[in-house]
């Protein structure tokens, strides 16, 4: 099934109505998220009266439509939501990430008509989606899958076990890449309390905890051809179509925590005073918060670049190549930005007592999810020079 464009008006983050939205969502994450990031990280979970307000505020349905229920946003506007949750609190915004781009994404531009009008609903209303392709030996190389669906009568059986599966926890709809045996991967809709799905132990995690991960175990779980995404054997085109937008989300989640590390440094350094100044006025604090605000601003500036690129429906060559460019970039000043907090924090930066341990411990995952940064390197590198998979 040819994948269904969703269309897109001009759109920029600078425009009035894309600045009150980020407003709206910045207010809402600093006083209803930020509050409570400290309890979901030690305990890895979201808190439930926060998932009814994520929901409350459309943050969970942003680019669908409104006549399924959705705030009717656009993917600039997604990309804006993530940022600015990603500034105080990661791993809630991995839990949007997964839920409006990955599964809800996917369904808007691979699903059919009746797909879209039996799940979006339900996905802009309350039910949680998670998406589930990665398995034990199926990281990097996606699609060494050895989850099973296997035809039975008019539908299939699923059998498997999917490793590393943000929203887990959290899920009521299951998006799962599994081999049908002529065909190969292909995509299937699962509600999570289907029978025969199961979720192990949840994953204790370095960080992002928020996003509530786990394994999920599939028993030969029934689902009808209706619940199947796309042909059978075209889960490939879906999942990578999906990731290549994920990269964008991902990109998105280390641009604010970046931000957000910057944000507490900055003003740290500002009120923090030693042998009788601020340590704002020595250079040797100055340089390196100053080197992390160049960089994050070269790296907002190429993901807003490529979400435009990828939001207009261009090229998806270069789209493809603009998205790991954008994740790859992002994730490096994430990672950076959180490292000169800490240290600009000193001692204090080393505990709980401030949040940028916290978002040290989050930003590694942007280097390894969606794409590690070799494999994104590998991908740029293949569009610029036309090295091949094999070389």
């Known amino acids: ?73 656009t993917l600039c506007r997604l990309i804006l939501t993530i940022e600015e949750v990603a500034r105080v609190d990661p791993g809630v915004a991995v839990g949007i990430h997964v839920h409006n781009v990955l599964v809800a994404g996917t369904l808007l531009r691979h699903a059919t008509g009746d797909q879209r009008r039996q799940y979006l609903p339900q996905l802009a209303t309350g039910r949680i989606g998670a998406f589930a392709l990665s398995e034990e030996r199926a990281g990097s190389d996606a699609f060494a899958l050895s989850t099973v669906a296997v035809k039975e009568g008019a ?59 786990s394994d999920v175990i599939l028993d030969r779980v029934p689902v009808r051809a209706a619940q199947r995404v796309g042909p059978p054997g075209g889960g490939q085109t879906v999942a990578m179509a999906g990731l290549d937008l994920g990269r964008l989300g991902i990109a998105a989640q280390m641009v604010g925590l970046a931000q957000g590390a910057l944000d507490v440094a900055v003003g740290y350094s500002l009120s923090r005073e030693q042998f009788g100044s601020r340590i704002a006025d020595y250079q040797g604090v100055q340089f390196p918060l100053a080197d992390v605000a160049s960089r994050l601003a070269a790296a907002r500036a190429l993901l807003y670049h490529a979400a435009d690129h990828q939001g207009r429906g261009a090229d998806p060559v270069e789209t493809m190549r603009l998205s790991a460019m954008a994740k790859y970039v992002a994730s490096e000043v994430a ?36 794409g590690t940064s070799n494999v994104l390197l590998r991908t740029i590198a293949s569009i610029m020079i036309g090295v091949s998979a094999g070389d």
């Not at 030690?42 to 439930?48: E, G, H, I, P, T």
């Not at 924090?345 to 995952?365: H, I, M, S, W």
């Open 155 to 213: 539908g299939y059986l699923l059998s498997g076990r999917k490793r590393w599966t943000s929203n887990a926890r959290n899920a009521d709809l299951l998006l799962v890449f599994a081999l049908v045996d002529g065909s190969g991967p292909t995509a299937f809709l699962v509600p999570a309390d289907a029978p025969g799905v199961s979720l192990d132990a949840r994953v204790e995690q370095l960080g992002v905890r928020a996003a509530a991960t």
């Open 335 to 370: 990672e950076k930005a959180a490292s000169v907090a800490l240290e600009t924090l000193g001692g204090n930066g080393y505990t709980d007592a401030y949040p940028v341990e916290r978002l040290y411990r989050d930003a590694k995952a942007g280097k390894i999810y969606e």
């Open 1 to 73: 099934m040819k994948a269904t464009p969703v269309p897109h008006a001009a759109d920029h983050p600078d425009s009035p109505e894309n600045q009150r939205w980020r407003e709206k969502v910045r207010r809402f994450a600093e006083e209803e998220i930020a509050p409570l990031s400290a309890t979901m990280d030690r305990k890895a979970a979201l808190d439930a009266t926060l998932r009814e307000r994520l929901f409350a505020e459309g943050l969970m349905a942003v680019e669908i439509p409104r006549g399924y229920g959705g705030a009717g946003g």
